[in-house]
């Protein structure tokens, strides 16, 4: 297994590697980017050549080597990256993956499964009875061809759990594994399947995997839901998974658009017609975790609303969950069908032109109020601005802003200067009522910064010289700096020619995972931050204070150490405000 690991490391440069991903920019020795595993609008995302590792400063913290990056991009196992990584490097894994003996990997095991759950469905779709009626109301009720419905492995679950008895007990399928597919569920000592008597979807996700299901009943029925969807599992979770997006993941990279719809047959249908760049959302509104899926693949979506206001509501929602992101999305809203199923058999070319015509969800939104308020009456055009002004304080592109702002100014005859003003004004008084938002960034840390200066200079014994005429060991707050620069002062003493190579090989695999971390965080920050001899101060200032503290705090306290760390104090503060 180590060999494997060592080979993909060689051959994987991880700049290369997370380059192919994402957009890396130079910093100084290293590189930035904006971290793909939180939102955030300004880069804290790390990468060192030299190293060969990543790690993010901002809101998840996250950090580690290719292999974990693949990990993370990809939602897998190590295990599974392994492989996968291996493969792709025509590397031999198989026989170090025998040898490290991972049989449980549960979340391959629930994916085999479902995969053959769903071949299954799709067998008794044309090979039972029940199945057969099934398959006629998909053909002349929906309008579905034969190809489509197995394109999309559309399949039955009859209302006997006979079948399922049957291949339980020849292949020993163990309850336990049946149970975490979500696809059955227990009553008493017996598992039953929750899809009885239903047109069965499988959700198949972006690595053509099926993570779940969903399941509509033949006959709309009081009492009985329409649609039921897998419950959450290992492998399934709602709020990252578009329904069809397997098959459509190709034309929306290519035409870098994405069509959001909500059900399965608004997918299916146009996708029959050639309208193939589209993505099911199981849900009203689409999520944070969707987006950052679907924005892997384009920056436009148009979300696809049906006529009723469910779909205004889901798209004032929408803005609230786009704000963060460089994503540009539209509405298109179909006046003459309930939702794009019915619209696309309607009526193709009117759909196809509803389809060309997106308006951007901000206009939208404005157009929307406009409709609601009386814009002649004073209470009506302060309460259109009240919801105007939240709208535009979603707005952080100013190009978009100004656009907005002018249109906006001029219909409602008033200048663009004193628009803005009213939406400052009305937007401030709302944000009182505002709970402030957790800030992305940290506090800066000298300790830190200082060990990733040292690290990164081209003479470490030089700088470790000056940092000792300044500090001592028991200035350092924490405990790792303090304890890597023990380290790096005794190597110093041998080695003039000391290398940060030569200070990582003698450091723990704990302190070396911080000095890594130290390394990437200075050029993480601005250049502003390095000048060392500001920083050494700072730490002592803070040093020097925390010992007053610390003597004060006794109960009998020592006056002449007291005065003469108040005295080194106020000497040190006075040579730091000259830098
Ligand atoms: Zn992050």
Redesign the pocket.
């Given at each position: 297994m180590d060999e494997v690991l060592q080979q993909i490391k060689q051959k994987l440069d991880i700049v290369d590697f997370i380059g192919s991903y994402i957009e890396l920019k130079r910093a100084g020795k290293n590189f930035k980017a904006k971290?793909?595993?939180?939102q955030?609008k300004t880069p804290?995302?790390m990468v060192s050549p030299e190293r060969q590792i990543w790690r993010?400063?901002?809101?998840?913290?996250?950090g580690g080597d290719v292999i974990s990056f693949y990990m993370k991009w990809e939602n897998i196992d190590f295990i599974t990256a392994v492989k996968e990584l291996a493969e792709k490097l025509g590397l031999d894994y198989s026989r170090a993956l025998r040898s490290s003996g991972t049989s449980s990997n549960l979340k391959s095991e629930i994916l085999g499964l479902n995969k053959r759950i769903a071949n299954f469905y799709s067998y008794l779709l044309f090979n039972s009875k029940e199945g057969r009626i099934a398959l006629d109301y998909l053909k002349n009720k929906r309008g579905l061809s034969e190809s489509i419905i197995k394109k999309f492995g559309i399949g039955f679950s009859p209302s006997t759990d006979l079948y399922w008895k049957r291949v339980f007990s020849r292949e020993q399928i163990s309850k336990q594994l049946l149970l975490k597919t979500g696809v059955f569920y227990a009553r008493g000592s017996e598992v039953y399947d929750r899809f009885q008597s239903r047109i069965v979807f499988p959700l198949v996700n972006i690595r053509s995997e099926v993570v779940g299901f969903s399941g509509r009943v033949l006959e709309d029925k009081e009492g009985v839901a329409k649609y039921i969807n897998t419950p959450e599992t290992e492998v399934y979770h709602k709020r990252e998974s578009f329904f069809g997006i397997d098959q459509t993941k190709d034309y929306i990279r290519d035409k870098n658009l994405a069509y959001i719809v909500e059900g399965e047959f608004d997918l299916i249908k146009p996708y029959q017609e050639g309208f193939k760049n589209f993505l099911a959302i199981k849900g009203s509104a689409i999520t944070e975790e969707q987006i950052k899926l679907v924005s892997r693949l384009t920056d436009r979506l148009v979300l696809v609303f049906d006529s009723d206001s469910a779909g205004e509501n889901a798209a004032k929602r929408t803005l609230d969950v786009i704000k963060d992101f460089e994503i540009e999305v539209y509405v298109v809203r179909l006046n003459f069908a309930k939702d794009p199923d019915e619209a696309v058999s309607k009526d193709k070319l009117k759909f196809s032109k509803a389809l060309s015509e997106p308006v951007n969800i901000y206009e939208f939104i404005l157009n929307l109020y406009k409709q609601k308020y009386d814009l002649n009456s004073a209470y009506g055009r302060n309460s259109f601005l009240q919801e105007a002004a939240y709208v535009f304080n979603l707005i952080k592109n100013p190009v978009i802003y100004d656009f907005y702002l002018k249109k906006l100014a001029e219909e409602l005859s008033l200048s663009e200067n004193k628009l803005q003003q009213e939406l400052r004004f009305l937007s401030r008084r709302r944000k009182v009522f505002t709970v402030k938002p957790v800030k992305d960034e940290q506090k800066i840390d000298h300790e830190k910064i200082l060990l990733g200066i040292i690290l990164q200079s081209e003479n470490i014994s030089s700088v470790i010289d000056e940092v000792f005429k300044v500090l001592e060991l028991s200035d350092f707050r924490t405990v790792a700096v303090a304890d890597t620069l023990k380290i790096i002062q005794q190597l110093s003493k041998t080695n003039k020619e000391l290398t940060a190579q030569d200070i990582f090989d003698n450091l723990s695999a704990e302190l070396k995972d911080f000095a890594e971390t130290a390394y990437l965080y200075l050029d993480f920050l601005p250049s502003q931050e390095r000048r060392i001899k500001k920083i050494l101060y700072y730490i002592k200032i803070l040093s020097l204070k925390h010992k007053i503290k610390t003597i004060t705090s006794q109960s009998d306290v020592d006056e002449t150490s007291l005065n003469d760390l108040i005295k080194q104090l106020r000497q040190i503060e006075q040579e730091y405000l000259s830098f």
């Open positions: 971290c793909p595993f939180h955030e804290s995302f993010c400063f901002g809101a998840c913290q996250e």
